[in-house]
């Protein structure tokens, strides 16, 4: 892996960190069962979402030697699935048309069908769970 361009950004973590005490960053660095934990415990009553802020360093570093970099950018995919997820932006990005089309339908009409609303919850929570190891079977071609 080339050690000059990173898979993970220290500054895209701290940004999530501060949606942190739902485990966005944790989520971002491939921390899965951690996020989960501080989904559901609001950062573990904020006191490790409070810690965390000098973790994000290591974290990133370790992100960076478990996760392959490449042309799809992890801070990019990351910020659309957290802030615009329930669209599918960060499906679109990463080339897979057809979900992205889903959860863009599902969002148009989950007011009105609420079956809809759970396509796009557990999408959402899948691609929370599984985000970063597509992105890096993409980043190699998989």
Known sequence: MDEDKPSHSILIGYV???????GA?????GKQVTGVIWFFTLGLFFIGWIIDLLLIPAMARQADRRFTPGPINY??????LTFLGAL???RFYMGKVWTGLLYLAASGVFIAFPFAALIIVIGLLYDFLTLNEQLSDLNKGI
Request: glycine residues 10%; aromatic residues 34%; charged residues 5%.
């Open 16 to 22: 999530l960190w501060i949606f942190g005490f739902i």
């Open 75 to 80: 801070s990019l995919a990351w910020i659309l």
């Open 25 to 29: 960053h944790r989520f971002y660095y």
């Open 88 to 90: 599918g932006l960060h």
